[in-house]
């Protein structure tokens, strides 16, 4: 047991703070993440990252603390962006381009005026990449809360949400209202990037975000068991690379234990490596294709809109 | 109650830049009937279909289901749209989505009944589906996954089904396949169907009743009835000859006339 676990993980403040916190932040993730991915909104969740980022940095700076700021931002982003994908797509890029840029300057003025006026670096390194072991435990309910509220959200709006992101147009006739759906989706896609921009840092909450999702997605054959897969491999996760890096401090010579962050990343990258090999995906049993007996499938894909009317000739 | 028309379709018109798409198009759809709406590609057979659904307002005209105003039954019509894409890497199985056609629409935590549940498998099996029931949609050949989207559209137990060109793509064995199992349905379901096709040689069997439309103009009533010389020349505007060759139908126009607008124009080669 020392081996994985050093004297004192259990016994650590900061240790318990932070496994609380990633771990209710993979959950959100994991949750929110599944429905990114099947909705193809992967780019839309890193651009709130980016405004998070200015968020966080900003709250930072004016001496709140940077999970009200990842989520403002978060939100005002979501906002924004809804606002925008009302026009047309090239616009929209377009658009979505320029406020990503501008507020990533935004976030670079406010990064350095935090390291200025704070004179450390700390704040680059904490808003960008996370620092999970200084949260202040007064956060741990903030936190809680708003998981709380997301994930509720999320399970109240999850079969329209489900619809709609299978085929807008199904969704349509059977009266969801797609325009109502995307926005409240994009509010918990805002909120959990705040938390994960908390545990890991704003610029890697898509890794958290993302990564558990696409690789529970590879090996699961329902909607459901991919968000329960989802939900384990984020906390697997989070908590095997909260214990390494809290083990690492033995590992380098000057004793500061390597980033979360970075363990975190890289076991999430790990997992979805390993969820593409494709034994692994048999033996998870998802299905490719279901043995068809005799069925014309290729046929079945070709165009075929002339019957095989005799053409009068004569 | 019985004579009142599952669908009555009345002088809807449409304009749009202009250009007349819909004009004063009438028909009616009485309970348990198989209708053709047929018309070749950009006639406005997806435009007529979204209006009777409500998914667009009409310029002039109303619809009506039941003898109300459409908004009262909207949840009386199935709907199967043109072009579905199903991604194969969603992990969203036949049997879910076929589930999701009874609450895919509903707020809230409400787990499904067992009475729910036994719908789906029915569905499941009324469209034969049950061998790729936990198969994911995505990864089904495209007969496979109209009989999925089919299902879908009736588990919720509409009166009247709507399909949009659900034969395109298909190869013929399939849409053999897919309009004698909308015709099964709809005979043990009482579901009436209107189904939009640019080629009827393959509903003749099973049609009770034809749309036949072209140029925003509409002709209906069945086959015997519209698909006739004098008809469709009324209709065209010019004269088309109707030929009936071992149980299939060709509508010809003279050579020289413009026959594009014609569903499913044979080639004609010199004479």
Known sequence: MHLLFEPGFFASGPVRTAVVIGGVAAVVSAVVGVFTVVRSQSFAGHALTDIATTGGSGAFYLGFNPLAGFIGGGVVGAGAMDLIGVQRVRSRDVAT????????????LFLYLDTTSSATTGATQQILFGSIFTIDRSTVP?????SVVTLVGMAVIRRPLLLHSVSPELATVRGVAGRGIGLAFMLALAVSVGLSSVAIGSILSTALLIGPAAAALRVTRSIGAA????????????????????????????????????????????????????????????????????????ADRAPADRAPAAPAEG | MTDVPVLEVDRIGVSFAGRTILDAVSFEIRAGEFTGLIGSNGVGKTTLLRIILGLQRPGTGEVRVLGAPLSRHRRSLGYVPQKVVLDPDVPLRSR????????????????????????V??????????????????????????????????????????????????????????????HRVSADHGVSVLLSAHEMNALLPVMDRIVYL???????????????????????????????????????????????????HPTLTAF
């Open chain 2, 96 to 119: 879910d989505l076929v589930a999701l056609g009874l609450d895919g629409q509903r707020f809230g935590f409400s787990r499904r009944t067992k009475e729910q549940r036994a719908r």
């Open chain 2, 121 to 182: 498998e029915e569905m499941l099996d009324a469209v034969d589906a049950r061998r790729f029931a936990d198969s994911r949609v995505g990864s089904l050949s495209g007969g496979e996954q109209q009989r999925v989207l089919i299902a879908h559209a009736l588990v919720s137990r509409p009166l009247l089904l709507l399909l949009d060109e659900p034969l395109a793509n298909l190869d013929p064995g399939s849409v053999q396949e897919i309009v004698a199992l909308l």
């Open chain 1, 142 to 146: 903030v936190v809680v809360v708003l």
């Open chain 1, 97 to 108: 381009g320029i406020v990503l840029g501008a507020a990533t300057g935004l976030a670079a």
């Open chain 1, 227 to 298: 968000t329960v897969v989802a939900c384990g491999l984020g906390i697997a996760t989070t908590w095997l690379g909260i214990l390494l890096a809290y083990d690492s401090a033995d590992w380098v010579r000057s004793g500061q234990g390597l980033p979360v962050s970075f363990f975190i990343v890289v076991l999430t990258f790990l997992s979805y490596l390993v969820t593409g090999v494709p034994a692994v995906r048999r033996l998870a049993g998802r299905p490719g294709r279901h043995p068809a007996p005799a069925d014309p499938a290729p």
């Open chain 2, 214 to 264: 072209t140029d925003g103009r509409a002709a209906s009533g069945t086959t015997d009835e519209v698909v006739r010389s004098d008809v469709l020349s009324r209709l065209y505007g010019h004269h088309v000859d109707v030929l009936k060759l071992h149980g299939r139908v060709l509508v010809v126009a003279e050579p020289g006339t413009d026959a594009g607008d014609i569903p499913d």
